[in-house]
C-alpha cells in the first residue's frame, strides 16, 4: 500500500548545512561488519592458496599486493580497506607493518575489466540486451523473478542503488515544505498543493561521500500508476529490511539474475546486467537533461563530479529515454555549496604552495 503520509522535512537546514560538516563521520555498523567478514574471508583464502594453517598480517599484505593483476581497481580498493580496517583494530607490531604495505601498494597493477562477476558490472548495457534481460526474468518461474523485474525497472525510473530502496518513502507534500522551489509554478491554484516524492536516506552519508542525510526526488511528472509502483516496491523493501528477510531476498535475487546472463550472454561480458545496472541507465539519462550539481543531488553524491567519473556516458545507447523525476532545488544547493568550498580551498593550497 501507497503510504499518503505527509512529512514536513527542515529543507532551511538542508539548504544552510555546511558542506564541511559530518566530515569526521565514523562509519555505520554494517559496514564494519562488512569490513570485519571481507577481511576474514581473504586470510582464509591466503592461507589456501599459500597451503598454510595460519598467516601472519605482512604475509596477507604481500599476497594481496601479488593478487592485483588479477583484480579491478574496485576490487583491490574493497580488499585494502577491508584488511586496513581488521588490522588497525588489531593494532599489533605486525597489523601496524601489514598496513603500512597495503598504504604502499597502487593500483595500477590492477587489470581493467575481469571475468569475474564485479567486473560484469557493465556501465553501458545496450537497450537490446537489457530487454532481453527483463523478458528472462518475467518469464522465470522463481519466487523471486517478480521481486526482481520491479528492482530492474523502477531502478531505471528513479535510479536508487539497490540497498537504498530498504530506506526510501513514498510521502506527499507541499514544495515549500521540501524546498523544492522549482515546482512552486507562479499562477497556480493551489501553491500548498501536495506533491509526491521519494524521500530517501542516503547510502553513503556516513563516510561524507554524499551530499546529506537524505535527499528528495519530485515524482509529480510520472504517472500516477508509476508513482504508486514506486511506494509500494520501496515499502516491500523496508519491510523486507525490518522481517530479516531482506538479504535472503537480495541473494536470491543476484542468483536469479546471474543465470539468466549466463545463459543469455555467456560469451558477451560487455551486456551482462546487474543490479546496479538501472541505476547507470538513469545516470546516462539524467547526464543528457540536466547538470553536474542535478545530476548529484539525484544521486545522493556529495560532489558534482562523482557521477562523471564512476557511470556511464550520457551517450551510450541504454540511456535513451525521458528522465521522469527532478531533484529539489535546496539540495542541488547543497551540492553547490560543496562544489565550491572545495575550489575555495583548493585555490588556498595552491596559493600557500611555494613555486618551483
Known sequence: MTNHMSTTPDHQAVAAESPD???QTTRMAETERAYMKRS???????ARSLQVKDVSPIVVAHFALQKRDEWAKSTWRQIKAALVYKYRITGC???LQ???ILNDGQQTPCVKTTKRTSGRRAKSVSTKARDLVIAAVRGSSSEYSSVLEMWLLLGITVGLRPHEWTQAELIYAPPSEIGDIEAMQPGAIDLEASLPYLRIQNAKQSNGRSSGSFRHMNLS???APLVQMVGEFASLMRTAKLQGRYELMYAGCRKLLLRINQKLHENDDANWVQLYSPRHIFTSKAKKE???PQVAALLGHGAS???GKHYARKSFLGGSGSLGVRPVAAEVLRVRQRRHSLARRLKNAQVGTPQA
Do not use: K, N
Open 93 to 95: 607490531e605486525d597489523s
Open 21 to 23: 560538516q559530518g566530515r
Open 40 to 46: 576474514l574471508w581473504f586470510e582464509q583464502h591466503a
Open 221 to 223: 511528472v510520472l504517472d
Open 98 to 100: 601489514a598496513i603500512d
Open 305 to 307: 563530479e562523482t557521477a
Open 290 to 292: 540536466m547538470g553536474p
